[in-house]
């Protein structure tokens, strides 16, 4: 830094303010201390200035990333964000597991990461315990994506309503036997989807089989199989609503195992949109999250819990949006004719 300093014509801590972005420095003293960094070939170490000032300027997000493409957008649009806010990501997969996800968590907070993004899964002690001790210690947490039963931030979509949403369309279309394909319970936002099922099945008087309540696991592949066996009992579901697109994926070649046609043999209509829906033949009517909302509003949290530690926990809840399309058997125009509300917004 003297180095830079020198050829630049500044001092060191002027150098530093560039580097660091703490003050406003000239345009011009900025442009001499910038040439100077390339003629020298400097690299801010950033580890030594972590020592110093006791942050990384690093966030961690600990998320199931490998296979749905509905991540991979949040995801994107995060480190987005973040950096334009002056942060480096850095991603750890949990696999959809609470082990891993405490694993992960460790290993991030051994980097000294400034913040954490978690997508948290329920029913592990140890792994809340440890959500629980880092946010009694103000370290700034948010949790997306899923509803949590713990007292910080949360940034998530609007589920119940949405499924209700999703039961009573199908419903308006004669359906009595209306399937769920459920996701795996150790997720808050499997559990409010299938109570966004059940309130409708009661409300509106539909079948109340257990058989119609399919485990899929969030697995497209157990999805697949489970649906193939429902098929194939004797009083199989006239219509489905499948609660996330991984699963759609395996409802849809269960279906074709069985020989059905969609819609003339059974409706489908899913939680969670994606790009392919429309490549699909029909067209998948789905309910679409906001993913570009649920990233801005998890790092303005994220950075607020930041600036202010003590702030009282605040919860975003983005609503969805249905996108009627043909798997669901119904025209569009008679659908949009009937005034059917195209965005489903959040209640709570």
């Given at each position: 830094m003297a180095e830079v300093?020198?050829?630049?014509?500044?001092?060191?801590?002027?150098?530093?303010?560039?580097?660091?972005?703490?003050?406003?420095?000239?345009?011009?003293?900025?442009?001499?201390?910038?040439?100077?960094?390339?003629?020298?070939?400097?690299?801010?170490?950033?580890?030594?200035?972590?020592?110093?000032?006791?942050?990384?300027?690093?966030?961690?997000?600990?998320?199931?990333?490998?296979?749905?493409?509905?991540?991979?957008?949040?995801?994107?649009?995060?480190?987005?964000?973040?950096?334009?806010?002056?942060?480096?990501?850095?991603?750890?997969?949990?696999?959809?597991?609470?082990?891993?996800?405490?694993?992960?968590?460790?290993?991030?907070?051994?980097?000294?990461?400034?913040?954490?993004?978690?997508?948290?899964?329920?029913?592990?002690?140890?792994?809340?315990?440890?959500?629980?001790?880092?946010?009694?210690?103000?370290?700034?947490?948010?949790?997306l994506d899923r509803r949590s039963t713990l007292p910080g931030d949360q940034v998530y979509s609007e589920c119940v309503d949405s499924i209700h949403h999703l039961t009573a369309h199908l419903a308006t279309q004669g359906h009595r036997r209306i399937g769920y394909v459920s996701g795996a319970m150790r997720e808050m936002s499997a559990q409010d989807r299938l109570t966004g099922y059940r309130k409708a099945v009661a409300e509106l008087g539909l079948a109340t089989d257990p058989g119609l309540v399919i485990a899929g696991e969030s697995d497209e592949h157990v999805a697949e199989q489970r649906l193939v066996e429902h098929l194939a009992s004797d009083e199989p579901a006239t219509a489905l609503v499948v609660s996330n697109n991984q699963m759609t994926l395996g409802a849809m070649r269960a279906i074709r195992r069985a020989g059905l046609k969609v819609p003339r043999d059974i409706a489908v209509i899913c939680y969670d949109?994606?790009?392919?829906?429309?490549?699909?033949?029909?067209?998948?009517?789905?309910?679409?999250?906001?993913?570009?909302?649920?990233?801005?509003?998890?790092?303005?949290?994220?950075?607020?819990?930041?600036r202010q530690p003590d702030r009282p926990p605040q919860s975003v809840v983005v609503p969805a949006a249905f996108r009627h399309r043909d798997s669901c058997g119904c025209a569009r125009e008679k659908h949009q004719e009937h005034g059917k509300a195209d965005n489903v917004q959040a209640t709570r």
């Open positions: 300093a020198r050829i630049a014509g500044v001092s060191t801590t002027t150098v530093s303010h560039v580097l660091n972005k703490t003050r406003n420095v000239a345009p011009e003293t900025e442009e001499l201390v910038r040439k100077a960094l390339e003629s020298t070939g400097y690299r801010h170490n950033l580890a030594a200035r972590a020592l110093a000032t006791q942050s990384t300027d690093t966030i961690g997000l600990a998320m199931s990333v490998v296979t749905n493409p509905y991540f991979a957008a949040l995801i994107r649009d995060i480190e987005r964000h973040l950096r334009r806010a002056g942060y480096t990501l850095i991603l750890a997969d949990t696999n959809d597991d609470p082990e891993v996800e405490l694993d992960v968590i460790n290993h991030l907070l051994a980097r000294r990461v400034s913040g954490l993004i978690v997508n948290p899964l329920e029913g592990n002690e140890e792994l809340t315990q440890c959500l629980r001790k880092l946010l009694d210690e103000e370290l700034p947490i948010i949790f949109d994606f790009e392919w829906a429309d490549l699909f033949d029909p067209q998948i009517s789905a309910m679409a999250q906001d993913a570009a909302r649920l990233a801005s509003s998890a790092v303005e949290l994220l950075l607020a819990r930041i």
